[in-house]
């Protein structure tokens, strides 16, 4: 699959946006999680960022973690999204720049 619009990573059927978003670069990733971020009133995207982390300290499974995320995104972002799977869509794009960066900052050391 081309390079995804916003359109798509909002409207795709959940098996695909999945599929496509591992294959997807990490800069991509971070642009699309940036532009819905910003879409739903966020200002500081590193801030979030700073926030959700914290937020997942001693999360053991990664289902509570993303939970977690969600949770965090809708208590944090001022513009409710109007489709309810937005904040999902978004925590499964944030979790997966998590798990990179992680595991990229792991293997530097």
């Given amino acids: 699959m081309s390079?995804?619009?916003?359109?798509d990573i909002i409207t795709?059927?959940?098996?695909?946006l999945v599929a496509a978003l591992k294959l997807m670069?990490?800069?991509?990733?971070?642009?699309?999680?940036?532009?819905?971020?910003?879409?739903?009133?966020?200002?500081d995207f590193g801030a979030l960022m700073k926030l959700i982390?914290?937020?997942?300290?001693?999360?053991?499974s990664n289902q509570k973690r993303y939970v977690?995320?969600?949770?965090?995104?809708?208590?944090?972002?001022?513009?409710k999204a109007v489709m309810s799977d937005i904040y999902?869509?978004?925590?499964?794009?944030?979790m997966l720049i998590l798990v990179r960066k992680y595991k990229q900052i792991l293997e530097t050391k």
């Fill in 3 to 7: 390079k995804l619009s916003k359109n």
């Fill in 12 to 16: 795709l059927n959940e098996a695909e």
């Fill in 25 to 43: 670069p990490d800069e991509e990733l971070e642009d699309h999680a940036f532009s819905l971020v910003e879409e739903l009133g966020g200002n």
């Fill in 53 to 60: 982390m914290t937020a997942l300290e001693g999360q053991q």
């Fill in 68 to 79: 977690k995320i969600q949770s965090v995104l809708r208590d944090t972002l001022p513009n």
């Fill in 88 to 94: 999902e869509r978004l925590a499964t794009i944030l």
